[in-house]
């Protein structure tokens, strides 16, 4: 029988589309039955075709290979990773830190800047190099699914996430699928895969959750909006609901991300001050909450409520409020819909009304069309506020936006004022004046040199402490010996009281969160038998029809049930292509 082709030039909109144009129709199938003979196979034929040696796709097990997921960007992307690695692993494949040892790479890639995107397709060469699988997931495909370096490359979108193991499962079967449509309920986009999915947790500690997918703003600048779309918020209830799921899986820290968590609730009636009251009931004592990244527009009209929740013991007083630029004709460019009086007016009355709080901000160098009398008065910005955090960006022009398509400043003056604009930053220290406190610090995580704990005090400032393992996942007091520009030194006190911050025991390292209802039963040691997060998948039937098929291994006597559907599909195969036809042996 001729193999019939399966590549993917162009976008799928769902798993089935496994057919491509260029695949023979049913009437073309029905014309070519006449010169279609069965052959007798030779036992000890020699097979050249490098393809021939590989087993048909049919023989290959899902399940049993081990993947390596490799993820850029933000937090929310950091988040949508773990989500795909829980999935995967508790279908019963094994995630390995070990790139080479995989037989797939996942890569889920960032689209804010082009450094990023390099990265991304450096890394999809180096796994064809190496003959690996490949599935790609993240922002940089969703928006531009159709480059050249991704043809023929499944591709799994930001808000497709929860059918991460039927992408995989088809990519190791040699097809190539690609799922980017967005996620609807009669009609209203929703905010993404549900948040109760399994996840393995790069840190047990931490649980990051996505409040909204999307944002409101059109910036002149953006890729991240064209793949993440409008804005889309998670319902108050479901969020409270996985923050105590996490408590209870040993989490002491949780950060909330999203495009815009300023905007949360625009869309279904309600804001985020609402949902932070309700996050903080449920934040145990020792635990943390830790917003994200606000946009100025949508925090003024909160600021009195957002600064009693800053003011919380259980909250970290810690905002990122982005200023780009501090130039209002450069921000017009931007489409940042707020002038740097706007970004003042909350700086100064979280200040004022929230003692010691930590405002981060970014910037952006060398937009285009910004002179160097705009520039100026974002050094003044720097100069009297003196951020803590400071992200300086110089400008990338993304395809694709209108901003690619403005006039650009000459690339050594976008060098030269991200330069200044660093050594400003790096003229002041922050925490010189903190040494000899005696600060709570909430210790999560292992530096980067391995020489430390990193703990963070009420303000989210980094707080380096002796490597000791009883500190871990503990909130306890310390006194400040040290500071640098980006961190703090504390020992702790020998007299104070240390919180267990984790109502019970956390989770290990690579142990998947969330195993409940269809997931349970799902194996986690690498063996064969699975689960699947959806209890029903729409199918299509060779003929293009559309049913919903339970899944064999979710119903009773799901061994024999994958049997006879195995069966039955098979005959339904022999008989599509060789209906009418009849052989003699």
């Known amino acids: 029988m001729k193999k019939m082709p399966a590549s993917c030039d162009s976008v799928l909109e769902d798993i089935e589309d496994i057919v491509s144009a260029e695949d023979l129709k049913p009437q073309d199938r029905q014309f070519i039955r006449k010169n279609v ?6 036992r000890n034929s020699q097979k050249n075709d490098q393809t021939d040696n590989d087993p048909p796709s049919d023989s290959i097990i899902p399940g049993a290979q081990k993947i390596w997921v490799r993820t850029w960007g933000c937090s929310h992307n950091n988040s949508d990773g773990e989500y795909m690695a829980g999935q995967l692993a508790a279908y019963g494949y094994k995630i ?50 159709r480059q050249d370096y991704m043809k023929g490359l499944s591709i799994i979108g930001v808000q497709q996430i929860d059918r991460v193991v039927e992408v995989v499962e088809e990519t190791i079967k040699g097809h190539s699928v690609r799922l980017l449509s967005q996620k609807k309920d009669n009609g209203k986009r929703l905010g993404g895969a549900r948040l109760d999915l399994p996840k393995i947790r790069k840190n047990p500690l931490i649980e990051i959750i996505s409040i909204n997918t999307g944002c409101l703003n059109a910036c002149t600048y ?40 300023g905007a ?13 009251w309700k996050l903080v009931e449920a934040i145990p004592e020792g635990a943390m909450l830790r917003l994200g990244m606000t946009n100025p527009p949508y925090i003024l009209e909160h600021l009195e409520e957002m600064a ?44 004022a009304k929230v003692p010691g709080i930590t405002i981060a901000t970014d910037i952006i160098c060398g937009f285009p069309g910004e002179t160097d009398e705009d520039f100026q008065e974002t050094v003044k910005l720097v100069e009297q506020y003196r ?14 936006t209108p901003a690619a398509k403005m006039h650009q400043v000459p690339a050594a003056v976008k060098k030269q004022r991200t330069k200044d604009l660093s050594q400003l930053f790096h003229s002041y220290s922050p925490y010189d004046h903190k040494v000899g406190e005696r600060q709570r610090v909430l210790v999560t995580e292992e530096s980067f040199d391995s020489n430390y704990y990193v703990a963070h005090n009420p ?12 500190l871990m996942g503990k909130m306890v007091e310390v006194n400040i ?44 040691n690498g063996t064969n038998q699975k689960a699947h997060p959806s209890a029903e998948i729409p199918m299509k039937t060779p003929l293009g029809s559309w049913m919903a098929l339970q899944l064999p291994w979710q119903q009773e006597g799901g061994g024999l049930k994958i049997l006879s559907v195995s069966l039955a599909l098979l005959a339904a195969l022999v008989m599509f292509y060789y209906g009418g036809m009849k052989t003699e042996l």
Request: aromatic letters at 10%.
């Open 37 to 42: 003979f069965p052959k007798v196979r030779k």
């Open 96 to 145: 390995t830190d070990n790139s080479a040892e995989a037989d797939l790479w996942l890569l889920n890639s960032c689209t804010v800047k082009n450094p990023a995107e390099d990265h991304f397709r450096n890394s999809i060469k180096k796994a064809q190099q190496e003959k690996k699988k490949v599935v790609l997931a993240g922002c940089v495909p969703q928006a531009q699914p």
């Open 222 to 261: 953006c890729k991240t909006k064209h793949a993440r779309g409008d804005l889309a918020s998670y319902p108050v209830e479901e969020l409270v609901n996985r923050a105590k799921q996490s408590f209870q899986e040993g989490v002491c820290e949780i950060w909330l991300t999203s495009e815009d968590t």
């Open 264 to 276: 949360y609730g625009r869309d279904i009636g309600t804001d985020l001050p609402t949902l932070l």
């Open 308 to 351: 009693k929740i800053l003011n919380h013991p259980r909250v970290y007083a810690f905002l990122h409020i982005p200023v780009q630029s501090a130039s209002d004709s450069v921000l017009m460019d931007m489409k940042r819909e707020y002038c740097v009086a706007d970004f003042k007016q909350v700086v100064d009355f979280l200040k």
């Open 387 to 400: 951020f803590p955090s400071l992200f300086i960006n110089q400008f990338y022009p993304r395809p694709g």
């Open 459 to 470: 303000f989210y400032e980094q707080v380096l402490v002796p490597k000791d393992p009883l």
């Open 481 to 524: 010996y040290e500071a640098g520009k980006h961190f703090m030194k504390g020992q702790p006190v020998s007299d104070a009281r240390v919180y267990t911050a984790s109502i019970t025991r956390p989770l290990a390292k690579g142990e998947v969160s969330g195993l409940t209802g269809e997931f349970r039963h799902a194996p986690q």
